[in-house]
């Protein structure tokens, strides 16, 4: 799925554009389906929309994908709450099959 390109609502006016892969699940020597397909979301803002060019005529379309995964954790503010755990993904290449 390619979102159309959205403007942020602050100052700048950042366009921003949603991008998910989907992964199906893994199957069996069968052919069964016993993984969950997987959704992953990309979100290009800025020039990276132009450089990535993206749109939903890629729907449907097979990719190789290499992207770079970072986590970090915000604390609560409160004690005794659950601290919040942040994910990025940055798209580090893409290449349609």
Do not use: H
């Amino acid at each position: 799925m390619v979102s159309p390109i959205q403007e942020l609502t602050d100052e700048k006016k950042t366009k921003i554009q949603y991008i998910v892969f989907e992964v199906p699940g893994y199957t069996n020597s069968f052919g069964e389906k016993v993984g969950k397909d997987q959704q992953w979301l990309f979100q290009a803002l800025g020039n990276r929309i132009a450089e990535l060019a993206m749109t939903d005529t890629l729907t449907d379309k097979k990719a190789a994908i290499t992207f770079y995964a970072e986590s970090y954790c915000l604390e609560a503010k409160e004690a005794g709450k659950n601290p919040f755990y942040v994910v990025n993904n940055t798209i580090a290449s893409f290449e349609l099959l």
